[in-house]
């Protein structure tokens, strides 16, 4: 028997590297922790988790075909926990950045029911913020 007791990372596969870069560290506050520019990744730091990105054109990226597009994208979503989450204080954050967002609405996750808000990172992924 195995026990899962959290998400250890997530990778997604990303057009622009630095345009990600940009969100998720300059807008979701996830500093860049390691770069393997050999095989195209960055590891980005998301509390005790990473978000990686690789890069289509890098040797792991390539392995997956077409990128992120309108006609499909790498996942649907990835739940991200806020530290002192003030939905209100979130969407000031997400204005003063110019990143759009669905106001707070309420879904079930991990915790239970909670006020999440919703938007996208630059190659249409889903993100969900929540406290």
Known sequence: MITVT???HVVLRVRDAEASIAFYNGVLGCPVERRNEAIGLIHLRA???LIDLVTLDGKLGARGGAGPGEEGRNLDHVCLR???YDPERVMAHLDAHGVAYDPP?????????????TLRDPDGNGIELRG
């Open 47 to 49: 509390g005790d988790s």
């Open 105 to 117: 609405d309420s879904r079930y996750g991990a915790g239970g029911e909670a006020a999440t808000i």
């Open 6 to 8: 959290g998400i250890d």
């Open 82 to 84: 806020l530290a002192d």
